[in-house]
Every structure is written in C-alpha cells, then in structure tokens.
C-alpha cells in the first residue's frame, strides 16, 4: 500500500520562507509525475507545481518565481521550496505522486500571516 506523507508546513509572515516535505512509503513502479496542489479555505483544489520524470517543471501563474518544485524518484520524495510567501498561499498542501494510478498525501497546512 503506497502511503505519501507531506511535513514542513507551519505559520510564517508574510515574505518568509517555508520548505515543504513529501515521502512516500510502498512498492510505486515507474513514477511519471509528482506534484503540489493546494486547497485555500471555500476554494477548489488548485494545481501548484508539477514535476515529470524528464524533469520538467510546471507552475501556476501565482507562485511562479516565488516556489520551487524538486524531487527524487529514486527516493520517492518530493519537495516544495516556498518563498516570498503571501497570505493569499494560505492554503492545505497536498502532494501526489502518479505511477499506473495517483496517490495523494493527507494535506499540510500553511498559514501566511500579514
């Protein structure tokens, strides 16, 4: 059973830093994608970063220039560094990992105070 599960969320001002964990345990074959999403308070669910086994990355309008997606397929971890955060990033993070199906970590929460 492939559980992910994320760590380094917290309460941080508004202009710090945060670095965001996700490891995942069980047997994953050919990892294609990992990734962040995030969930704000009465909002859907929106894709943050995304990273592809050729190493490609992808970024919402939002974070671009202030997050950076990293990982290890290898190690089946992957990392969110986030800087110069806003309120508006005050949010649950969620982590995935997409093999044959998605896996999704339980949700991180980051609170950016102003």
């Known amino acids: 059973q492939v559980q992910l599960m994320e760590s380094g969320g917290g309460l941080v001002q508004a202009g710090g830093s945060l670095r965001l964990s996700c490891a995942a345990s069980?047997?994953?074959?050919?990892?294609?994608?990992m990734g962040w999403y995030r969930q704000a308070p009465g909002k859907g669910r929106e894709l943050v970063a995304t990273?592809?086994?050729?190493?490609?990355?992808n970024y919402a309008d939002s974070v671009k220039g202030r997050f950076t997606i990293s990982g290890d397929s290898a190690k089946k971890m992957v990392y969110l560094q986030m800087d110069s955060l806003k309120p508006e990033d005050t949010a649950v993070y969620y982590c995935?990992?997409?093999?044959?199906?998605?896996?999704w970590g339980q949700g991180t929460q980051v609170t950016v105070s102003s």
């Open positions: 990273l592809t086994s050729g190493g490609n990355t």
């Open positions: 069980g047997i994953i074959f050919r990892i294609n994608r």
């Open positions: 995935y990992i997409t093999s044959l199906s998605t896996h």
